[in-house]
């Protein structure tokens, strides 16, 4: 599979802490691409660095073949890379529509915005029942749904989701790793960042390993289930 988005000896950090050291990752087109790593490692800062919200230090970002590093996050997302936010980050006064409106203002998705938000209903029934509801009045999953749809509505061609099932009960969280690989069928390319490393390595194809910032061990997933980085970090054993 060739890759969509590539890091090479990426480095990035805030103000003079650098965090990520020469981190170099693909995310195959139409595939699932694990990070995995504890807190700390530096998995949000990865992503953050992706997608133009933290200046890369050093290094290149390649999307479908061309340099992006240097453009600023809103053309990264009319390009066709979304960042899914860790912890959400819904706007709590607005209702569920008003939230996934919000996701196509580029001018890429305006246009499609009508037939993206009934594409999202149907991924997301239950968006679909609470169209009007205020987004703070949402449960944890819900909002998490809110957060996915509203990053679908932008028509992303490569989705980083950071840590989606964070804080989740354990029905909740499986049922968003449910929805990935639907969303790969949608023609999506994808990272995900997770802490739930069986449930990621089952349905990523590849994954990377970050500690203190560097990739540790790479792979697939029975090729990192059986490194010692894996499983003596994540597994307990
Ligand atoms: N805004 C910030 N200013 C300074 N340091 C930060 C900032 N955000 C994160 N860091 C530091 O960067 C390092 C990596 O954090 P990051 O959030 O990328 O880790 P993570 O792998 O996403 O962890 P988690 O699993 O807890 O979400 C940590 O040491 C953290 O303290
Ligand atoms: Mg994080």
Redesign the pocket.
């Known amino acids: 599979m060739s890759a969509i988005l590539q890091a090479r000896e990426l480095v990035s950090g ?1 103000g003079d ?1 650098r ?1 990520l050291h020469a981190v170099d990752l693909s995310v195959a087109e139409g595939g699932i691409t694990a990070v995995l ?10 992503f953050r660095t992706l997608a133009g919200l933290l200046a890369a230090g050093a290094g290149h970002i390649e999307f479908c073949g061309s340099p992006i590093e240097t453009l600023p996050s809103h053309v990264r997302v009319e390009r066709g890379v979304v960042l899914v936010p ?1 912890g959400r980050l819904v706007f709590p006064d607005m209702s569920v529509e008003e939230n996934l409106r919000i996701g196509s203002v580029n001018a890429r998705a305006r246009s499609k915005c009508s037939k993206t938000l009934s594409t999202v209903y149907d991924l997301f029934p239950r968006l679909d029942e609470r169209r009007s509801q205020a987004a703070g009045t949402l449960s944890g999953g819900e909002q998490q749904m809110l957060a996915l749809g509203r990053g679908l509505m932008a028509l992303p061609k490569v989705l980083l989701l950071d ?1 989606p099932t964070l804080g989740l009960a354990p029905t909740m969280a499986k049922q968003i790793f449910e929805i990935i690989p639907n969303l790969v069928e949608l023609g999506l390319s994808i990272l995900i ?1 997770e ?1 739930d490393v069986h449930r990621t390595l089952q349905c990523a194809q590849f994954g990377y390993v ?1 500690e203190n910032g560097k990739v540790a061990v790479s792979g697939t997933g029975p090729e990192l289930m059986q490194t010692p980085a894996v499983s003596e970090a994540f597994l307990g054993h």
């Open positions: 805030y802490v965090i790593g504890s807190n700390g490692a530096g998995k949000t800062t990865l860790e840590e960042a802490q970050l």
